[in-house]
């Protein structure tokens, strides 16, 4: 079910089956919204109860500034589950959603049962993957946002699924079409201003599972391994047929993996 809720002082579109022993938290990316799960949530909601959300500035959930911090959007998380009465949960973030996993992880330590970063890292960002962010935020400000939807979801995709694929990367496609640009450009700077969490995650006794594609365009496996070594003590599954959306490109081995991992907590 969803509904409309005030989390953090911001207007916030939650989903909930409301069932399970056992919840997970499914953070979306960068450009998704909540509904980039639903066919994840169908193979799993009959094992764990599944909450989603529209990250403020992204779905139709509120924009609340010109910069959204990952921090921000962590107590946007922590005060949902409030509301929800859940007081532990497993934290999926993919991509976008694991640096927001890994920010709760550091602020709201108590309400994480267990880590799972999809296609993401606890690394600040580059210096030129920081200018690229301002090349994007200046690209939504001259109105051509349609070359993001053109090129961005399918760079997503391993480059021979993309073919197989094509109904889901249109649907990327249209909900960046129907994103706000000011909350585009809110995500963009609350990214570029994110810190280095590679202790926190590093550091941190909660457990922990590390999802990676294989054909990534975005993670390197250079990049990936770097965070496997730092986290000897974490869980590791990699999607050999997988991009960026190994959740999509090989939903039934990251569903699988998923329910695998929360279970035996």
Known sequence: MERFTIANQCVTLVSDTGRGDKTVVLLHGYLESLNVWDELTD????????????????????????????????????????????ERATIVGHSMGGYVAVAMLERHPEMVEGIVMMHSTPYADSEEKRTNREREIKLIQSGKKDTLAALTPQQGFASDNVKYFRADIEG??????LTDDEGICALLRGMMERPDRSKVLSQSKCPKLLVYGAKDNYISREVAERVIAENPDAQVVWLENSGHMGFIEQEDDAAQALIDFVTNI
């Open 172 to 177: 990327l496609a249209e909900q960046i079409y």
């Open 43 to 86: 193979l799993i909601k009959k094992q764990v109860r599944v909450i989603a959300l529209d990250l403020p500035g992204h779905g139709v959930s509120e924009v609340v500034g010109e910069v959204h911090t990952m921090d921000f959007l962590a107590d946007v998380v922590a005060d949902v589950l409030r509301q929800q009465e859940v």
